[in-house]
């Protein structure tokens, strides 16, 4: 009787050691996988010159954006296209420094686009939440696209001495992400 009882303890020890057997390979086969994918962190920025006595909102009509990615995988990154994308129109970044080259792991890239007009496209920096647009950032690799949505946009004045509206300070503030 004793045989018996240790013969059906060991079928159970078998099949729990191949049940985790089979759980600890399939979950190293989606940490290897995941180890491929490419990830990117996004920030888009507004630079605009402001001359001495002129106003913040005049300052706005044109400047540039900058899209600065950062490549949080673990491997290099080929960055294809970077695109700002309002209803149907879609307007291209250019890489700021020179020829494009793998953009290795934690090091960034900063893509310009020259010329923007805010007074036309506020993307999200209207006060008037209906005149707020409806805009994706996109980035893609040579692969696939990696990253498709709104990025909060941060505004950069220089030079001039006009004086800036604190509430256009406010929103170019991060937003506060600390749980509550």
Do not use: C
Request: no cysteine.
């Amino acid at each position: 009787m004793s045989t018996h009882s240790s013969d059906r303890f060991a079928r159970v020890l078998g099949i729990a050691g191949l049940v985790l057997g089979l759980a600890s390979f399939g979950w190293q086969v989606h940490t290897y996988r995941d180890g491929f994918a490419e990830r990117v962190l996004v920030k888009l920025s507004m630079q605009s010159r402001m001359r001495p006595g002129q106003k913040a909102e005049d300052a706005l009509e044109h400047g540039n954006l900058f899209a600065d990615i950062v490549n949080t995988g673990q491997h290099p990154l080929y960055i294809k296209d970077v695109g700002l994308a309002i209803e149907s129109e879609t307007w291209y970044f250019h890489l700021t420094n020179g020829a494009s080259t793998p953009l290795e792991p934690g090091a960034a890239a900063t893509y310009t686009l020259d010329g923007w007009d805010i007074s036309k496209h506020p993307l999200d920096l209207s006060d008037d939440p209906a005149q707020r647009e409806n805009y994706s950032l996109i980035v893609a690799s040579n692969k696939t696209e990696i990253f498709r949505g709104r990025v909060p946009t941060s505004i950069l004045f220089y030079g001039g001495r006009g004086e800036v509206p604190q509430d256009w300070l406010q929103r170019t503030q991060p937003p506060d992400l600390r749980p509550r």
